[in-house]
């Protein structure tokens, strides 16, 4: 491996006259000419300071006597009486501050300890097991303590690297010709074009040398799951707690269609989490499963809850699909499997092993998409809140069922984007042969991979490896309890003030916490940070409490996660008490996004952003940075073509003229008039009737026995295509459902989407499924031209009602 850096956490600064420090310049010498550079620390501060944010080290050399210094760099104060109360060692040397942090912080870094005194008996047994060697400076010569510390430098450096990185490394180190596909062959056909020049020098040489063929042996197969493509994927099912991993190179969308296609049968019931991604639909239509749909919970914002205790019961879903017309078409009554969302978009994860116990009288199966979630393994504030916490030592006997986790792993992890995992934990009662869930695997994989891809995902689970994957969760963790105390705190500051209006954003979240140690209460705002960061117990949703605003939960059933932040805005609360002023918070991204700050989601009056490993102090210090500048300009009713001029540039006769307040309240009045926000909420709760499988919809979308139909038209239609509106991002009607009446909740709820998108251009809303007609932006859906009977949901004998369901008017259109 390259060349690395080498800590030098020692009492004598680099300067100093002292015969010791003579020793150690000399040391560092033979180090630089051995390719390592030297970061030099004279006090446990600036060493944990360079422990921090140098992660290439590889090594370090610590003084035991080591002070503790004053100052703290770059800020580091808090992080540092953090970690010092964390420590507990107010009284050992400095030294042992700093082996502390490298235990934390690192996995097998090598560490020699400069000591006093000719033993060790003074040391703690502790010690022993961090370091691997002692140095005494001026008992050997400098190029040999320099050449015991290079060799585990570069031991370390070796054993650092994960099995396909490593040998995928290893191969292009041999310099070969490529005789096999792709044709750029290591990138020269790029060199004989001038545009293919720009592309080469832009991603260069490395890159695409590692871009390779499956001829290449050596790197083993991904659909055979040999050599170390075969290692990385068993290394990262050790990792990530799974009997088997498999490593998906198309995102968590793929993970979910396969894990669909191997699970449930054409006309087999599946239970179906309402709040899915359309990639779970997709693996019904391809599979031909009869969905049944359990329901969240919802609040006042909008937000989509968990699955409440009772809905995964096993008397309430046998109750939905002894109610559900598209079971009486089932090959058995019983639902062969389930899947819901964990954790949700706005960070709502569940305690992992009541589901498991809940669904396992219901089905042998159960999917856990964590797409969002693929770091829940390494931080104690998740245990037991992921998929592959439930296995045989939680949930022992015979009704465990089997588990599967798919993770997008370069969402919240450090991949290349589309890189993904399928985790596995089986049980008896639903076996997973490796050799037939092969098969579902390379039907929706591909025989051209991208070696890069594979490396990255072998590398995203080497950093959650040991020690360093706490570390590294901890982080985003850490910034984002910063983030919410400092926006609460803000909010108390500027009401304290009384020298401008007292309004300012809100966080989602507790108002006040438990500390389980003393049974004292807290505000929010005011706990400890460590507090916050540590106990789980602290964003566990209470049952009943205000805050969350949803109903029929029970204790320690769902929690949520500190790094999915969501900002409120002022307007509504989370039981949907509506405010005479208000601001959308569509309103607000728009501004953010002159800014050049994109969130996550926005939702009518909350928007979502992600502390994700990435994060850092000065990132989120914009944003808040931004928050306060809209509310000065709010307060200021500031013109719109000074807060959002390529709003007013693109719809001058709308907007020119307008003020920030103004359009806000302006929002925020049709918000109230049109009760969009509790329309969504009737419309998520009052399922649509099924009618027919989401496959045979797909068919008639292909051999066009479909339409685009107005939503004056659509009522008592059926669905051809899923309909999901963001915000919120959850669907509202799924293929094979019908519209409803027209003073039903479906239609009302997008009528009222139609509404707003006509009197608001540039905020339009995002409607997977709908189309807008070009010259009146009038909402169309694609609904079923017409059902045979015999394809319905329906019973032979009520195929005729089914039909007529799709087509009220008995017109026959698009019969023949």
Not at 226 to 250: C, K, M, Q, S, W
Not at 325 to 339: C, D, I
Not at 525 to 546: N, V, Y
């Amino acid at each position: 491996m390259a060349d690395g850096t080498v800590l030098f956490a020692v009492r004598e600064t680099p300067e100093s006259g002292s015969t010791g420090a003579e020793q150690l310049r000399r040391i560092r010498k033979e180090l630089e000419a051995a390719g390592y550079e030297v970061r030099w620390a004279s006090t446990s501060d600036d060493a944990r300071a360079v422990l921090r944010t140098e992660a290439g080290l590889a090594a370090a050399v610590v003084d035991w006597t080591l002070p503790r210094g004053g100052d703290r760099p770059w800020g580091e104060a808090a992080n540092e009486a953090e970690d010092g109360a964390k420590d507990g060692a107010g009284g050992d040397p400095g030294g042992a501050d700093v082996l502390r942090v490298v235990g934390r912080r690192f996995r097998d870094l090598p560490v020699f300890l400069i000591t006093p005194g000719e033993d060790l008996d003074h040391l703690p047994l502790w010690v022993a097991e961090t370091v691997i060697g002692y140095i005494w400076p001026l008992e050997d010569t400098a190029p040999f303590i320099a050449g015991r510390i290079a060799r585990a430098a570069r031991g370390y450096q070796e054993d650092l690297l994960p099995p396909f990185f490593k040998a995928l490394r290893r191969f292009d180190d041999t310099h070969e010709y490529s005789w096999h596909t792709p044709a750029h062959a290591g990138g020269v056909a790029f060199l004989k074009s001038p545009v293919g020049r720009a592309f080469h020098d832009h991603f260069g040489e490395r890159l695409l040398r590692s871009d390779l063929s499956i001829s290449v042996e050596e790197l083993g197969s991904l659909f055979e799951h040999t050599g170390p493509v075969g290692e990385a994927e068993r290394n990262a099912a050790r990792i990530f707690g799974a009997d088997r991993t498999y490593f998906v190179l198309h995102g968590d969308s793929t993970c979910d269609r396969m894990v669909g296609h191997f699970s449930v049968t054409r006309d087999e019931i599946a239970l179906v989490d309402r709040n899915c991604h359309k990639s779970v639909l997709h693996g019904l239509v391809i599979s031909g499963a009869r969905p049944v749909y359990l329901v969240p919970t919802r609040n006042g914002y909008g937000l989509a809850g968990p699955l409440p205790p009772a809905e995964v019961g096993a008397q309430s879903v046998a109750s939905r699909i002894a109610r559900n017309p598209l079971t009486r078409g089932a090959v058995s009554p019983e639902a062969q499997y389930a899947v819901l969302t964990n954790s949700t978009y706005d960070g709502l994860c569940y305690d992992t092993l009541q589901v498991a116990r809940a669904l396992a009288p219901s089905t042998p199966r159960v999917h856990f998409d964590e797409a969002w979630f693929a770091y829940a393994r390494f931080h104690p504030l998740y245990a037991g809140r992921y998929g592959m916490a439930v296995g045989p030592g939680t949930f022992p006997g015979p009704e465990r069922p089997t588990v599967f986790s798919t993770q997008s792993t370069h969402k919240l992890l450090a991949a290349l984007s589309q890189s993904a995992m399928v985790h596995v934990k089986p049980s008896p009662r639903a076996p997973v042969e490796h050799e037939r869930f092969n098969e579902a695997f390379m039907m929706h994989g591909t025989t051209s991979p991208l070696y890069p891809m594979i490396a990255s995902l072998d590398v995203a689970a080497a950093m959650m490896d040991g020690p360093q994957g706490r570390w590294l969760i901890d982080e985003a963790v850490t910034e984002a309890v910063r983030f919410r105390q400092t926006v609460v705190r803000t909010g108390r500051r500027i009401a304290a003030a009384g020298d401008r209006p007292g309004w300012f954003f809100g966080v989602w979240q507790p108002d006040t916490v438990t500390d389980p140690a003393t049974g004292d209460r807290l505000p929010f705002a005011d706990a400890p940070a460590e507090l916050l960061r540590t106990e789980p117990s602290c964003w566990q949703l209470e049952p009943g409490a205000d805050w969350h605003g949803f109903q029929g939960l029970a204790e320690g059933y769902c929690l949520l996660d500190p790094v999915k932040v969501t900002l409120t805005c002022p307007g509504i609360d989370a039981a949907g008490r509506m405010s005479d002023r208000g601001i959308p918070a569509r309103v607000l991204t728009a501004y953010l996004a002159t800014r050049n700050i994109v969130v996550e989601k926005t939702d009518s009056y909350t928007t979502l952003i992600l502390f994700s490993m990435g994060i850092t102090k000065g990132k989120w210090g914009t944003l808040m940075d931004a928050l306060m500048d809209f509310k000065a300009l709010y307060d200021q009713d500031a013109p719109l073509e000074r807060v959002l001029p390529g709003l007013v540039e693109a719809h001058p006769r709308r907007y020119t003229g307008g003020t920030l307040q103004g359009l806000c309240q302006e929002m925020h009045g049709h918000l109230r008039e049109t009760n969009l926000v509790e329309l969504l909420d009737t419309a998520f709760q009052d399922l649509p009737e099924p009618v027919t499988p989401p496959q045979h919809c797909y068919q008639q979308l292909i051999r066009g026995g479909t339409e685009r139909v107005r939503l004056a038209d659509a009522a008592g239609r059926v669905a051809a295509a899923m309909v999901t509106v963001t915000p919120p991002g959850i669907p509202v009607l799924m293929p094979g459902e019908n519209t409803g009446g027209p003073d039903g909740p479906l239609l009302r709820y997008l009528g009222a989407l139609e509404s707003f998108d006509r009197r608001f251009p540039g905020f339009h809303s995002e409607a997977h499924g709908v189309t807008m007609d070009p010259d009146n932006g009038d909402y169309l859906i694609e609904c079923v031209r017409r059902i045979p009977a015999q394809q319905s949901g329906h019973a032979a004998g009520e195929g005729r009602e089914a039909a007529s369901a799709a087509d009220p008017a008995g017109s026959g259109a698009g019969a023949d």
